[in-house]
């Protein structure tokens, strides 16, 4: 094999994305992408896919990693659970040193089991389930993101303590994992401050519903209005949702969980306002971290344009993390490089603190950028760390 590493895929070789090796006499260590790049789910996997590609394309114009060019090739699996499972073999076959998987357990997972059946290290770009780990997929997967359940801890403690909201109703989009735990953590966090009587209700529908106006109306008909509206879904049926609740009348603050960030959908509600969530950063040149403005003029340096989604940071930073524990093992191999990861404690990267432990491989109390929406765009409003640390049966959702 030749030192560039292609699996002939038209959106690589399209994009012009894949990483020259150079004429050098070591074979490059080998990334793959297993993730979509067509269908709902690309939304949230092309930007921290790119922002990869940004951190590459930095470390090899640094020399490389251990002195050897990393190589990279894309694949698309269109959002399909079982064409997953099939370009995540492929890859593993043709003999990858990093499997990357897409943005959701129910997608990524089929890929990643590949990955780790082989002993090799996997990194979604930003599943929030906890499953997408060493109990779900395996020892050898991890995620660069932080569990959804952590995501609703830190919206119900920051609803209590800094809204001084005390009452909450729960809607959620019954679609995938992710928001069922995201729920879960606003669940378990809001009542564990008022007890069950504050949430007035739940109520479920599925993304593609084209209306829900069942649910509008049972909250509508509540004996007294929720000082909030948690909303744990995704776009586009999120903004589907959340359009419709204005659309009746209901001014209530919403609540949401962090895949409904940015201001991509925003149109949809136009002029929305009292809507909040926990975000990864800001887009919009307000975030207080300047780490946040040197990863955006990388980004924009390298694709002549901004990241459209703050997911993307989540990419940037799993390339970091990854190359960081190599460095440290001095190998690519996989046991080496895991043993190092899974020593992190609270270590710097871009997207924030970040510990990993054998049993776990996802962020569970990483800070927060609360955000809000004002003039139609996102806004910081401030960092927020969960101080409740979601345990094992909550984050595996025993018993809910």
């Not at 529908?205 to 995704?234: G, H, M, W």
Request: hydrophobic content about 45%.
């Amino acid at each position: 094999m030749g030192a560039k590493f292609t699996l002939g895929l038209a959106f690589a070789a399209g994009l012009g994305l894949l990483s020259a090796a150079g004429a050098r006499a070591e074979e490059p260590i080998r990334i793959g992408f297993a993730i979509a790049q067509s269908g709902w789910l690309s939304n949230y996997d092309l930007p921290p896919f790119r922002a990869a590609v940004t951190k590459i394309d930095e470390i090899n114009a640094a020399g490389g990693l251990l002195g050897r060019q990393i190589a990279y090739t894309a694949a698309d699996t269109k959002t399909d659970q079982e064409r997953s499972a099939s370009i995540g073999s492929e890859m593993v076959n043709g003999g990858v040193d990093l499997l990357v998987v897409s943005c959701d357990y129910d997608f990524g997972a089929p890929a990643a089991l590949a990955a780790n059946q082989a002993g090799i290290i996997t990194i979604s770009l930003c599943a929030a389930d906890p499953k997408m780990g060493v109990q779900g997929v395996g020892p050898y997967a991890f995620t660069a993101t932080s569990a959804a359940q952590a995501e609703g801890v830190a919206m119900a403690e920051y609803a209590r303590t800094k809204m001084g909201l005390k009452t909450a109703y729960v809607l959620e989009d019954s679609i995938i994992e992710y928001n069922k735990s995201a729920c879960a953590g606003f669940r378990s966090a809001f009542t564990a401050g008022g007890g069950a009587a504050a949430i007035l209700g739940s109520d479920t529908f599925r993304n593609e519903d084209p209306s829900i106006a069942a649910q509008i109306t049972r909250i509508k008909a509540l004996p007294a209005a929720p000082d909030a509206i948690y909303l744990c879904s995704v776009t586009p049926g999120g903004a589907s949702a959340v359009r419709q609740l204005r659309a009746a009348g209901i001014d209530t603050p919403i609540l949401a969980s962090t895949a409904m960030v940015d201001n991509y959908w925003l149109n949809a509600v136009p002029g929305l306002k009292d809507f909040y969530l926990p975000g990864l950063m800001s887009l919009y040149g307000d975030d207080p971290r300047p780490e946040m403005a040197t990863f955006l003029e990388a980004f924009r340096k390298r694709w002549n344009e901004p990241p459209v989604s703050s997911y993307a940071v989540l990419g940037y930073s799993m390339i970091e993390a990854w190359a960081r524990a190599v460095e440290k093992a001095g190998t690519v191999k996989a046991d080496p490089v895991l043993a190092v990861m899974n020593s992190f404690r609270d270590e710097p990267f871009t997207a924030g603190p970040t510990t990993f432990t054998d049993q776990m491989h996802i962020q569970l109390n990483r800070p927060w950028l609360i955000m809000k929406v004002e003039n139609d765009s996102f806004h910081a409003v401030e960092l927020f760390r969960n101080t409740i640390v979601p345990d094992m049966k909550l984050l595996f959702r025993v018993g809910q």
